[in-house]
Nanobody
Framework: QTQIVESGGGLVQPGGSLRLSCVAF????????MAWYRQDPGKQRELVAR???????NYADSVKGRFTISKDNGKRTVYLQMNSLQPEDTAVYYC????????WGQGTQVTVSS
């Protein structure tokens, strides 16, 4: 069983920035493709960004150029730097491997509002 703990969410004005962190208590963390997902109430969870074992990254079209995913294998931590946030980015953000077959964490709420 893998424990995942996300943090860093909050309330931010449009155009603002946040940095999310996710610690995955999993051995051999570096062997997994990791990703950030988000879910708005009433909508399906969607993949936002992913990072491979060698550091290659992919992004959903809606966040490309604004979000950056990175990871620190030594700390078993994945980050999501979010810039130029917009109201449509409001959601609960989760991290998991890709595909997401670990237990989900509690997520971290991101609210973009003036």
């Amino acid at each position: 069983q893998t424990q995942i703990v996300e943090s860093g969410g909050g309330l931010v004005q449009p155009g603002g920035s946040l940095r999310l962190s996710c610690v995955a208590f999993r051995t051999f963390f570096s062997r997994y493709v990791m990703a950030w997902y988000r879910q708005d109430p009433g909508k399906q969870r969607e993949l936002v960004a992913r990072i491979t074992t060698v550091g290659s990254t992919n992004y959903a079209d809606s966040v490309k150029g604004r979000f950056t995913i990175s990871k620190d294998n030594g700390k078993r931590t994945v980050y999501l730097q979010m810039n130029s946030l917009q109201p449509e980015d409001t959601a609960v953000y989760y991290c998991n491997k890709d595909p997401p077959d670990w237990d989900w964490g509690q997520g971290t709420q991101v609210t973009v509002s003036s």
